[in-house]
């Protein structure tokens, strides 16, 4: 029996407290419908709810626990650095030492800039997209999602996609204006947009494979075909790796893809489950950012050394040997008999993985662009993860999420998840 009813008092309670009973949307299921389970604590792959119902853990706090939670290196170096206090505010060795193994790491970076959350990386980036090029225009995708700043709520994806908010009333049209939209994987819808306002664009930016509308993965010449057409028209490349970075493979996208782009933005993993996002590139590029050049952006807690402390050990622990191998054959296995258990059990459904991220549809069309993903049946996906829920299994509360591994999941997980999905599937 499946009892929740712990979760259902607490969250009965926060809805009073906070606007919907969340600090953040997507939380609040309202897309799968059903009572949110709340959570009492994490360890490796797997998540207890205050009921003690334990879960197999596919969301792994949307990304970052990507070594499993509460590694036990992650959180001995934490206690060792909370020894020697919470906040600096001031420049510290775990600055150099995480930014000399981003440096290492992602192929683009040959400086970075440290802040709090995807949605700053985001932020900043687009003003130094703007100082760096003085264009003001931008190219985003539709159903890719930056973190909620003003600019890059058009047509986004995640939570606004989940909840089917087209754009958010108080974002001012005049900072929309400057955002135009394209298909994603649709290399032509871009060169008209550049055709059209030439001179006029900063840049394009894009998830390099998209987690927030779905996994969608880039058709073969995509990341090529921007490559060329930013630089034909003098615009940026912006690779949004806040979701991919270390999570698709060390180097994130980029180094899969072989596709270096100008800027790149960070979070999730690199903060090893504490506040931490990133920008970087080109040293020309990030020399404009105040106080090395005039471009400002600032925070009072980024460079936290706790964020810092379980970034460098968290990035430590997947470089070692066999990590990315193990991620991928996991992941795959695991989309793998997904897709298997639910045309067995005459469900249409595609889907696929790269490095620990995945995604199913529930449509047995391929899936290129986010109006090819709205085609999934919702319904079907919300039935799916309830049962997947009331068997043990945690995944996105939405259709518009990827999943994630960690290296934390044993083969067994895998196999049991698959066989749960299979009882789920077929009592469809
Ligand atoms: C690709 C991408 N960019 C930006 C963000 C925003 O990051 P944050 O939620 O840390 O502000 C997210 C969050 O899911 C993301 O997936």
């Known amino acids: 029996m499946f009892n929740t009813s712990k979760s259902e008092e607490i969250f009965a309670a926060a809805g009073k407290l906070m606007p919907g009973g969340v600090s953040s949307p997507v939380r609040a299921f ?3 419908g059903g009572q949110p389970i709340v959570f009492d604590r994490v360890k490796g792959a797997y998540i207890w709810d ?3 119902n334990q879960y197999i853990d596919y969301v792994g706090s949307w990304g970052p ?4 939670h509460t590694h036990p290196e992650v959180i001995e170096a934490l206690h060792q650095a909370l020894e020697k206090g919470t906040s600096f505010g001031a420049p510290s060795l775990q600055e150099n030492i995480l930014a000399s193994m981003v440096i290492e790491m992602v192929p683009s970076i040959e400086m970075v800039r440290f802040v709090n959350s995807g949605t700053e990386a985001c932020m900043s980036v687009l003003r130094l997209m703007r100082a760096y090029t003085s264009r003001e225009k931008i190219i985003k995708f539709e159903g890719c999602y930056h973190g909620h700043a003003d600019m890059f709520l058009v047509k986004a994806g995640s939570g606004v996609a989940t909840l089917g908010l087209p754009d958010s009333p108080g974002v001012p049209k005049t900072t929309t204006q400057a955002t135009l939209t394209a298909p994603y994987n649709d290399l032509e819808a871009v060169k008209t947009l550049f055709k059209n306002n030439p001179q006029e664009i900063a840049g394009v930016i894009l998830e390099p494979v998209v987690g927030n509308a779905g996994f969608i993965t880039p058709d073969a010449g995509f990341l090529e075909g921007l490559r060329e057409l930013t630089e034909e028209y003098g615009a940026l490349l912006v690779f ?7 999570r698709v493979s060390s180097g994130g996208a980029q180094a899969k893809f072989g596709v270096v782009p100008d800027l790149t933005t960070l979070g999730k993993v690199i903060g090893g489950g504490l506040p931490v996002g990133a920008y970087g590139g080109k ?14 952006q600032a925070g009072t807690l980024s460079g936290n050394p706790l964020a810092m402390t379980a970034g460098i050990k968290t990035l430590e622990i997947l470089q070692r040997p066999g990590t990315y191998e ?6 795959k296995q695991l989309i793998d008999g997904l897709l298997n258990v639910s045309q067995q059990a005459g469900h ?3 889907g696929g993985s790269i490095g620990g991220m995945f995604g199913l549809f529930f449509t047995g069309e391929n899936v290129h662009n986010f109006a090819d993903a709205q085609k999934s049946d919702v319904v079907k996906f919300a039935r799916f993860h309830r049962g997947m829920l009331e068997r043990g299994v945690y995944l996105a509360p939405s259709q518009f999420e990827a999943g994630f591994t960690s290296v934390a999941h ?15 599937l077929n009592s469809l």
């Open 50 to 52: 205050v009921d003690d």
């Open 326 to 331: 193990y991620l991928e054959k996991i992941t």
């Open 283 to 296: 040293k020309e590029i990030m020399s404009l950012v105040a106080p090395a050049g005039p471009m400002y």
């Open 65 to 68: 626990a990507i070594c499993g």
């Open 410 to 424: 044993t083969n067994e997980d895998i196999e049991k998840t698959i066989s749960t999905a299979k009882d789920v």
């Open 240 to 246: 949004d790796e806040v979701m991919t970075g270390f």
């Open 348 to 350: 249409q459904v595609t």
């Open 30 to 32: 309202r897309s799968v």
